[in-house]
């Protein structure tokens, strides 16, 4: 029995023990999010829609084939539709046919349709994947916000640590009558306030990871946590590289242009189609159709279906002469459609070039920050030691103590915010470069 509850114990400890939170890399939420993002799973109904449209399209270079047939019954004076005869009885008669129709020519739209298609394929897929690069730029902004708050809050509990040994330390002073009972009081006031400080990181941290949960649509926020992996600054050579050079290979990879070219050629076809409108449109018909009628009864059903039958065929031309100028206005609207799309692209042009530039000057901008922080914490790092070896020998006092603990508090914080900060700036350079946002470098 006892053995059996040993195993017992062992399998739920095993089981918990692997039930434990998972920790998620930042590649494998970049993935996630690509897989189960609704905005990427949106676009990817775009994908799919326009491939319908295509299909459509294509439709249309098909003949039409449609069949038809009735069935009636006549009582009274009535025309029997076999003899062609008016009689006057009930008799049952029933026809059928098969129609075919094709468009030989009509202005070559059919053809405009399916190279139309294939743009807008190819527009939506542009989205689609400009949505998969944002989708990874706000994960690794929102992975990057959970491991600064991490950070903060590892600043605080170690800080709080020193001063948890202070307050030791100088209640030993005070009982010895070494130092006033006021630089106690002012420690343990240091105290509370780390506490305080500890429980907004500790909020911090667990709003950030919900955030994070919430763009991956995961709802077990309980069991959701991030990979403490220590991110250094890399790839840095990438902000030496020219501007000249990140504009042109965002122009080759950026999706912004490639959607705003794929307007300007979906607005080109519009007018070519348009233009179709104009011109005149040859279809062919062929038809077959036959009777039956119980009127006649020395004619067998078969026989009637055979003698009966009928066959149309021939050709349709409908040329355009007026139409309310509704031809001629679809082309002029098509027209002023393509100057606007182009100078949406002239103006996509415009805005990535200042995106980019905007980009690099806040990577410099946020390398200086860091490096000015890294700068300020060495010195207040020096300033703090020295305060403390002061303080241990009862040289100076627990408030300048505190004041001087806090500012290098204060600067481990900062150092934090602005290597971070350097980083996810260092990513969206590397996007606009053309690095596959699953590939990004951390």
């Known amino acids: 029995m006892k053995k059996l509850l040993l195993i017992g114990v062992f399998t739920i400890t095993f089981f918990a023990a692997n039930a434990q939170v998972k920790n998620w890399t930042l590649q494998e939420c970049v993935v996630y999010a690509l897989e189960n993002n609704i905005s990427v799973k949106q676009s990817e109904l775009d994908v799919q829609a326009t491939a319908l449209e295509r299909s459509d399209a294509v439709g249309n270079f098909l003949p039409s084939i ?47 349709q399916v190279q139309r298609a294939d743009i807008s394929q190819l527009a939506s897929q542009y989205r689609l994947e400009k949505m998969k690069d944002d989708i ?28 948890k040994n202070q307050i030791v330390r100088t209640q030993q ?50 069991n959701f946590d991030i990979a403490n992996d220590d991110f250094n600054v890399v790839n840095e050579e990438i902000a030496d590289t020219p501007v000249s050079t990140l504009i042109e290979s965002a122009k080759e990879n950026r999706q912004e242009i490639r959607i705003a070219e794929s307007q300007v050629a979906l607005a080109e076809k519009d007018i070519q189609i348009s233009k179709g409108a104009l011109l005149p449109t040859v279809n062919a018909f062929f038809g077959y159709d036959t009777r039956y009628s119980d009127g006649d009864i020395n004619t067998p059903f078969k026989q009637q279906i055979y003698i009966n039958d009928g066959v149309g065929y021939g050709l349709s031309l409908s040329v355009p002469i007026l139409n309310g100028f509704r031809a001629r206005n679809n082309v002029s609207r098509s027209k002023i459609n393509l100057d606007r799309t182009q100078f949406q692209l002239e103006q996509a042009q415009l ?46 006092n627990a408030f300048d103590f505190s004041q001087s603990k806090l500012r290098y508090d204060n600067a481990r914080i900062e150092i934090n915010r602005t290597k971070y900060d350097y980083i996810f700036k260092l990513k969206v350079l590397e996007l606009y470069f053309g690095v596959d946002p699953t590939q990004l470098k951390f």
């Open 351 to 396: 805005d990535l070039e200042s995106n980019v530039y905007q980009a690099m000057v806040d990577v410099r901008g946020s390398k200086r920050a860091y490096e000015a922080a890294q700068v300020a914490f060495e010195s207040q790092e020096l300033a703090y030691t020295y305060a403390k070896d002061r303080y241990d020998v009862g040289r100076t």
């Open 173 to 222: 002073l005070v009982n010895a009558g070494s130092i006033p009972r006021g630089d106690l009081l002012e420690i343990q006031a240091t105290n509370a306030s780390e506490l305080q400080r500890i429980a907004v990181a500790e909020n911090a941290v667990q709003i950030s990871l919900i955030s994070l949960a919430q763009l991956l649509l995961i709802k077990d926020y309980a």
């Open 136 to 163: 990874a730029l706000f994960v690794a902004n929102s992975y990057l916000q959970v491991l600064l708050n991490k950070a903060n809050l590892e600043v605080v509990l170690t800080q709080n640590d020193v001063t």
């Open 66 to 112: 449609n069949a038809s047939s009735s069935v009636s019954k006549t009582t009274g004076l009535g025309l029997n539709p076999v003899t062609n005869q008016l009689e006057n009885r009930v008799f049952l008669s029933a026809n059928g046919g098969v129609n075919l129709g094709y468009t030989l020519f009509d202005g070559l739209r059919n053809v405009r």
